[in-house]
């Protein structure tokens, strides 16, 4: 079974410049999770989808970020403009939760610095 | 608000020494709580979790998390550790986001380093 998988797997930008990542879950997936893993810190959820809608954003800061899950399968989290407090591994995650099962899969994140 | 905590930052431990990675919950209701580790440059890695029954669960590489409701602990254990184990663990909680549904509220993470 393939994986979560990311890409970039690492983007450098100046401050005040957009950057877009992409995710593509296990298949069959229904969920979907953006988070943020600032250093020294756990990982932070900013997003989840529910197939193709938005089920909790409520930590996204949407004045500057956006994410999209089209179809219901791929998703892009984008940030503009950026910031340097944005500097952080993006984690993607997928999983089916409610099904007796609450494990969440992986990606192998995008790690963003901004300088 | 469900949350986790992991007391320590790094836990030093030699290979072939049993080891203990550190976690504490809160919760209202029944916890369900998760360990997971990274690697360097490597995504989250699930390990085990605990819903109900036995307090004591086995999961992935040998690893194992002891249950403790009266002092709401969920500490990860191994008995015999190895150079490979070395990586930083999350203890995870389950919660409930605005719209009912299910998410993951992690702690800080602990760096594990086994020396040889």
């Known amino acids: 079974e393939a994986g979560v998988a990311q890409s970039p797997r690492y983007k450098i930008i100046e401050k005040r410049q957009s950057v877009a990542f992409w995710c593509n879950p296990i298949?069959?997936?229904?969920?979907l999770y953006w988070y943020q893993q600032i250093l020294g810190q756990g990982p932070k959820l900013l997003i989840q989808?529910?197939?193709?809608?938005?089920?909790?954003d409520s930590q996204l800061p949407k004045d500057r970020f956006s994410a999209e899950r089209l179809k219901g399968v791929d998703s892009t989290l984008k940030i503009q403009p950026a910031k340097l407090e944005d500097s952080a591994v993006y984690l993607c995650?997928?999983?089916?939760?409610?099904?007796?099962?609450?494990?969440?899969?992986f990606g192998p994140g995008t790690r963003l610095t901004v300088l | 608000a469900q949350s986790v905590a992991q007391p320590e930052d790094q836990v030093n431990v030699a290979e072939g020494n049993p080891l203990t990675v550190k976690c504490t919950y809160s919760v209202s209701g029944n916890p369900y709580l998760f360990w997971y580790v990274q690697y360097p440059n490597r995504g989250l890695q699930f390990l085990l979790k605990y819903i109900t029954g036995d307090n004591l669960v086995k999961g992935s590489y040998g690893f194992e998390a002891e249950f403790n409701k009266s002092q709401t602990s969920f500490h990860l254990k191994k008995p015999s550790a190895l150079v490979s184990d070395s990586a930083l663990y999350f203890c995870?909680?389950?919660?409930?986001?605005?719209?009912?549904?299910?998410?993951?509220?992690f702690g800080a993470g602990t760096r594990l380093a086994v020396h040889p």
């Open positions: 995650a997928s999983g089916t939760p409610g099904q007796n099962t609450d494990t969440q899969y």
């Open positions: 298949s069959g997936h229904a969920t």
């Open positions: 995870a909680v389950r919660d409930r986001g605005a719209g009912g549904y299910i998410k993951l509220i």
């Open positions: 989808f529910q197939n193709n809608g938005v089920v909790d």
